[in-house]
């Protein structure tokens, strides 16, 4: 298996986790949310969001893997490391710099690298 499709892969693991271990920290969510103020709608487009991350994430992780496998896949996997970018950078703005903010814009960029390098490789 060439370098790209590796990196690919485990970064795919990573974020595959990182989707769940997000979805269940859910949970925390609806316990800081009974212990503020923050009543429907706000409270229905924070939970929404917050499971719509977890997705979004084991949905990436899912569809980068897949084109990894494919003989031309490097464009796709590129384009899910634009997606982490572009999410990273609104996150970053709405929210600040902190480490979540950070560590999708690493897997990003992973992403980025080998789609990069699976686009390069001889077929």
Aim: glycine letters at 16%; aromatic letters at 10%.
């Amino acid at each position: 298996m060439k370098t790209g499709r590796w990196i690919t892969g485990i970064t795919s693991a990573i974020l595959f986790i990182f989707g769940i271990l997000h979805g269940m920290r859910f949970v925390q969510l609806e316990a800081l949310m009974s212990a503020s103020s923050l009543k429907d709608p706000l409270g229905g487009i924070m939970r929404a969001a917050w499971l719509g991350f977890s997705v979004e994430h084991m949905a990436l992780a899912e569809i980068a893997f897949v084109g990894s496998g494919i003989d031309r896949g490097g464009s796709i996997v590129m384009l899910c490391g634009t997606t982490m970018g572009v999410t990273g950078l609104v996150m970053f703005h709405f929210m600040g710099p902190f480490l979540p903010v950070f560590v999708g814009m690493v897997i990003g960029l992973l992403y980025l690298a080998g789609g990069w390098m699976q686009m390069r490789q001889k077929v």
